[in-house]
């Protein structure tokens, strides 16, 4: 039931089509690589399963292909226990794909076509409005279209629904609604050169960075930096906060952010007298498992699933992380 879920996600939904290979070939240059597979990914999907792999009842809100990947992906999101009723299948165009290069080292390169997403609209905003504004919390991005996105936000905004907006991938000229529309902005260090036009290669950087956009009429804001954990910055004590993550052997940076943020989504939703600086925290935690889990490795026809299932579930981890009382979590991951 609608009423039932604590955290909506609007968002993309991709087929990602993913090739290893000892390193990203330069400009022009072919390279041979080692593995190909199928899986399911986009930021909005990736969000949503992590936060219902976390233990939030969650629901998506997007569109899909009436193709291959559309139907396996609605198969996928009901094997994870994620509410289908409002995600839609069109004609008009195909899922949503994004083809990713990733080298020996974990990092990635990607490139997205957005096929189906770009036709979520006002219509169907509209059939979800019910799950929206019963939500304790609603997660955007911007691979669908940012109106979508924009007017998700103050939907849920109107109804004292907690909102998380990533801005991946990033637009030079996005909407300044977007940051009053955000209770939390979450954007890592690419994301929030581009919006500002400041360098962030450091932790006062990112703090720096963090100042500029909560100025901008946020209600927080959380600049990513990986190995370096994160920056909070609150609008209600503007002392930029440093939280450090644990050091790990990362086997890939893929999915890595939307880990994150569907940890934090979950914590918003479930834990919400919890500090934001503490739920960075126990987020940052969920996002280093990711990080160690990488790729299921297998034949194409057995590991298109790579993706979402790289997500950790709620029992991997310590019971530290489901306190709502702060307390000092062990770094076991």
């Known amino acids: 039931m609608s009423e039932d879920v604590s955290v909506v996600v609007v968002g993309s939904c991709m087929t990602d089509l993913v090739s290893q290979a000892p390193r990203l070939p330069k400009a022009g240059e072919t390279i041979h690589g080692h593995r190909f597979f199928i899986g399911f990914g986009g930021k909005g999907a990736n969000q949503c399963i992590q936060a219902a792999r976390m233990g939030a009842k969650t629901a998506m809100v997007c ?17 994870n226990g994620i509410s289908t009723a409002y995600v839609e299948q069109t004609e008009n165009a195909a899922t949503g794909a994004a083809s990713i290069i990733v080298n020996d080292t974990g990092e990635n390169a990607i490139v997205i076509v957005a096929g189906a997403n770009m036709l979520l609209g006002q219509e169907e905003l509209q059939r979800a409005l019910t799950a929206i504004v019963n939500a304790k919390v609603l997660v955007c991005q911007l691979e669908i279209n940012p109106d979508t996105s924009l007017q ?18 990033a637009i030079a000229d996005m909407c300044s609604d977007f940051y009053k529309a955000s209770d939390v902005f979450c954007c890592n260090e690419s ?56 050091a790990v052997t990362v086997a890939d940076t893929t999915g890595a952010g939307d880990s994150f943020i569907g940890a934090l989504a979950f914590y918003m939703a479930h834990y919400p007298t919890v500090s ?33 299932p790289a997500f950790p579930q709620a029992e991997r981890f310590s019971v ?12 076991d991951v």
Request: with cysteine; glycine share 8%; charged share 20%.
């Open 276 to 308: 934001l600086e503490e739920m960075a925290r126990r987020a940052n935690l969920v996002a280093a498992v990711d990080l160690l889990r990488g790729f299921p490795f297998g034949d194409v026809q057995n590991s298109r699933h790579w993706n979402t």
């Open 191 to 246: 994301e929030a050169e581009l919006l500002t036009g400041l360098s962030v290669a450091s932790v006062e950087d990112a703090s720096q960075v963090g100042l500029e956009l909560l100025n901008r009429g946020c209600g927080s804001v959380i600049v990513t930096l990986g190995p370096q954990g994160c920056v909070v910055c609150q609008s209600r004590n503007m002392a930029p906060k440093h939280i450090p993550t644990t």
């Open 152 to 169: 998700a936000l103050r939907m849920a905004r109107e109804n004292h629904v907690k909102t998380i907006f990533n801005p991946a991938p």
């Open 320 to 331: 530290s992380l489901f306190r709502s009382k702060l307390q000092h979590i062990q770094n």
């Open 63 to 79: 569109k899909v292909g009436r193709d291959v990947f559309g139907n396996d992906y609605i198969q996928n999101f009901k094997n």
